[in-house]
């Protein structure tokens, strides 16, 4: 599968281990005086790592191994001789992919997402390509502003569908672009995508993105677009 991971400019990296600090699964380790990538299958493709003071590190889209959390964290465990934690117990909360559901719903499937189920996380720089609840799912793409103006969002737009929220006028586009693509690429049988967005010129640029990305990753899945008029 195709799927953002880490790469490792040699010439560049003096092995300062800044990006061994701030990789939470351990993928990343000083290896002769370099930052090596341990294994692919411990690297989520995030970009955590990416505070590097030599500007080695950088995050690209190739084949490679699916991200095992449970794989990552238990190796990591070992180097330091801890026993191996349960998966989501440690690194950023971004790293994890979540399904939340109130208490007595059904975990997962359908009837989880019917029963308003939300889905961890829900930025869209965040959000796992990988995650489990994105197959076959009903996508939402939604603006940052739309949930504090529509008191009805939870009852009209959610129900159903997986959320996820962006802001194309504060964040860098062309990052946005590239995640929804390899979301779409990494879950070619996504049923849908509805796009909610403010009637602001600028929020036009969300629409935008999702038919960017679904050209780009081939993927045929209707795009709905709905606006939410301000005045």
């Not at 351990?26 to 030599?54: F, H, T």
């Not at 076959?136 to 529509?150: D, E, K, N, Q, V």
């Not at 693509?181 to 995508?193: G, M, R, S, W, Y």
């Not at 600028?202 to 990305?213: F, H, W, Y």
Request: proline share 9%; glycine share 8%; aromatic share 4%.
């Amino acid at each position: 599968m195709e799927r953002p991971i880490i790469q490792i400019d040699e010439e560049k990296c003096n092995g300062c281990g800044q990006c061994v600090l701030d990789c939470a699964e351990g993928a990343l380790a000083v290896i002769d005086g370099k930052a090596r990538l341990i294994s692919e299958v411990y690297c989520d493709g995030l970009g955590a790592c990416l505070n590097c003071p030599q500007g080695a590190l950088t995050l690209v889209t190739r084949e490679a191994p699916a991200f095992d959390e449970a794989a990552a964290l238990a190796a990591k465990a070992r180097r330091e001789g801890r026993p191996a934690p349960a998966v989501g117990a440690h690194g950023c909360p971004g790293s994890a992919a979540r399904t939340l559901t109130p208490l007595g719903e059904p975990a997962s499937g359908p009837a989880a997402l019917a029963a308003h189920t939300a889905t961890w996380p829900l930025q869209l720089r965040l959000v796992p390509p990988t995650a489990p609840y994105l197959s076959g799912a009903r996508l939402l793409l939604a603006a940052h502003c739309a949930g504090f103006c529509l008191p009805d969002l939870h009852r009209d737009w959610l129900p159903g569908r997986v959320p996820v929220i962006a802001c194309p006028k504060l964040d860098d586009s062309r990052e946005y672009l590239q995640k929804l693509t390899d979301i779409l690429a990494a879950n070619p049988n996504i049923e849908e995508i509805a796009v909610l967005r403010m009637s602001v010129p600028c929020c036009g640029g969300l629409e935008m993105l999702a038919r960017k990305a679904a050209e780009a990753a081939g993927v045929a899945a209707p795009i709905l677009s709905h606006t939410v008029r301000l005045g």
